[in-house]
């Protein structure tokens, strides 16, 4: 069960350079990606939907016909299914870059509007954590601090699905009582009413990405 909820990453290694580690359960797969300098990610389309934000480095990216330079953690890219995209670092550092992709029978992936989006909202959780949200129609973004020495998300379930990674520090994740440490790039993957609960007590705060397919937060795109 702990393979289910924690799964191992698997190294994949591309001819550019790229080298990815994959981590799926069920019809969704996150990809942590190293892309050196100077390197080209062909403009290529599947029959995932897809969405994507930079954690380090600058990257040129290009979906659908429209383009954006794109920088730590400040926008996420959201591609339907069958749509081109692709990207390219121009600089002289490594960027590493998260993707979701994710395609469940039933479910609409559609856009209504522009690929690239800001920051939708800004807020404190339980009146301590701070959280920044991302809307991508199928899927909510939240990126969330854990704060140090005891800072905890309590034990809880809710009837959707919901994936995590680590992108910053360390803390304490259990789903159905199975527990792990996460690091930077480990995922999580909780699907509806399993019981999932975090604490970090170490001596800085984690941060990390979670994904609410569909969304929790922010039922509608207001922009």
């Not at 994959?22 to 990809?31: F, V, Y």
């Not at 309590?154 to 009582?177: A, L, N, W």
Request: glycine fraction near 8%; charge should be negative; proline fraction near 4%.
């Amino acid at each position: 069960m702990k393979k289910e909820f924690f799964p191992q990453a698997t190294l994949i290694e591309w001819e550019n350079g790229v080298r990815q580690y994959s981590t799926s359960r069920g019809d969704t797969e996150i990809l942590i990606s190293y892309i050196p300098p100077k390197t080209i990610v062909k403009a290529h389309g599947h029959h995932q939907a897809q969405i994507g934000m930079i954690l380090k480095g600058e990257l040129y990216m290009e979906v659908g016909g429209e383009s954006r330079v794109m920088t730590p953690l400040e926008s996420i890219y959201v591609s339907p299914p069958n749509i081109l995209h692709g990207g390219e670092n121009k600089t002289d550092e490594e960027v590493i870059a998260i993707d979701i992709k994710r395609f469940k029978k039933g479910e609409d992936y559609s856009l209504e509007n522009r690929f690239f989006k800001t920051i939708h909202k800004e807020e404190k959780l339980m009146n301590v954590m701070d959280v920044q949200f991302f809307h991508a129609n199928w899927a909510e973004i939240m990126l969330v601090d854990i704060p140090c020495n005891g800072g905890m998300m309590p034990k809880h379930r809710h009837k959707h699905e919901q994936i995590g990674i680590c992108i910053g520090g360390e803390y304490d994740m259990t789903i159905e009582d199975v527990n792990t440490t996460m690091k930077f790039g480990k995922s999580y993957f909780c699907l509806e009413n399993e019981f999932h609960s975090a604490i970090n007590n170490r001596n800085e705060n984690s941060k990390l990405i979670n994904i609410f397919i569909p969304p929790r937060y922010n039922k509608e795109e207001t922009e």
